[in-house]
């Protein structure tokens, strides 16, 4: 349910040069380099990043960062990266950035599948001579770090079995971990929320909301607070509806005074090819305005047409 699909016949020489034109001479085509990106799908703006340095014999990156700026600037340089590689991109950025952006890596690590994960691992490793991991392990701390280690393994159980006892015993214990006692058993939380298959831990949030006559993510909420809170909501989130998961990120992106431009980009930029279209009905389901409308009123400029690009149309 993407808003970008790429196109079924296309030539990587002609769109070379359409970019190549748009940024030749005095000032730059910005609709034009709108118009080629979000018109072709990742891959095909690979094979666009190759054939310009073909049969020009310069890098489309370097001209691009050389003729755009800003927030657009960061936009159209995702949509050239591959999926793999933006996330890496991103990671390392929310680690080794100024300051660590939490949100950054409990989105993406909480989001992907185990596949995404391993590319993930494997291209980051590459990149940085440093293990995803390691670079987790020395920027955050206590359970925090526990959970985006676990994750960031990509070993969950991927099936779709539901043991019945087991899913009590679960729902059984995250209530005794958290509402029963005096304190909280956070460890419980990420051993069974970490690992557990989607429709097994689907049937144990509900057994758990007759057990402990509350939701879950109430529990958590309560309970918890911090970057933990943070991220064992979005696991529960994720399992539950991940374009509604999605569609939250971009409101409060939004939402308020200032604009939270990285998590704006990254969301857009990642889901264009995925499940736009589901999380823009998510949103107008939960928010009452199109997803279409809050990126209008919200961005300006080169930076709000390329984002309504990928959003595609008004809802």
């Known amino acids: 349910m993407a808003t970008v699909k790429g196109v079924s016949s296309f030539s990587a020489e002609q769109e070379a040069q359409a970019l190549r034109k748009a940024m030749k001479g005095l000032g730059t085509d910005e609709d034009a380099i709108i118009e080629t990106l979000t018109k072709l799908n990742v891959s095909q703006r690979q094979q666009v990043l190759i054939t310009y340095k073909s049969t020009i014999g310069r890098d489309l990156i370097d001209d691009l960062k050389s003729e755009l700026s800003g927030n657009f600037e960061r936009v159209i340089i995702g949509l050239m990266t591959p999926t793999t590689m933006y996330d890496v991109h991103e990671l390392r950025r929310a680690l080794k950035g100024a300051g660590t952006d939490e949100g950054c890596l409990i989105e993406i690590l909480a989001s992907r599948t185990n596949a995404e994960i391993r590319h993930i691992n494997e291209n980051y490793k590459l990149q940085y001579g440093s293990t995803l991991e390691d670079d987790i392990v020395s920027d955050t701390s206590s359970l925090f770090r526990r959970v985006l280690v676990s994750l960031a393994t990509g070993n ?160």
């Open 156 to 315: 969950r159980d991927e099936g779709t079995f539901v043991d019945e006892a087991l899913a009590q015993q679960d729902a059984q214990a995250l209530y005794e971990a958290g509402e029963k006692k005096w304190g909280t058993d956070e460890v419980q939380f990420l051993s069974i929320l970490c690992t557990r298959n989607r429709c097994h831990l689907l049937r144990v949030f509900d057994v758990y909301r007759v057990i402990a006559n509350k939701d879950i993510t109430d529990s958590i909420k309560s309970e918890m607070s911090g970057d933990l809170e943070d991220a064992l909501l979005a696991v529960v989130k994720c399992m539950r509806n991940k374009p509604a998961y999605f569609a939250e990120r971009l409101y409060k992106s939004m939402k308020g005074l200032g604009t939270d431009d990285s998590t704006l980009i990254r969301v857009m930029v990642s889901r264009a090819e995925i499940d736009m279209l589901y999380i823009r009905r998510e949103f107008l389901a939960m928010y009452g305005k199109s997803l279409h409308s809050f990126i209008k009123g919200d961005c300006s400029g080169d930076y709000r047409k390329v984002l309504l690009r990928l959003c595609g149309g008004e809802d």
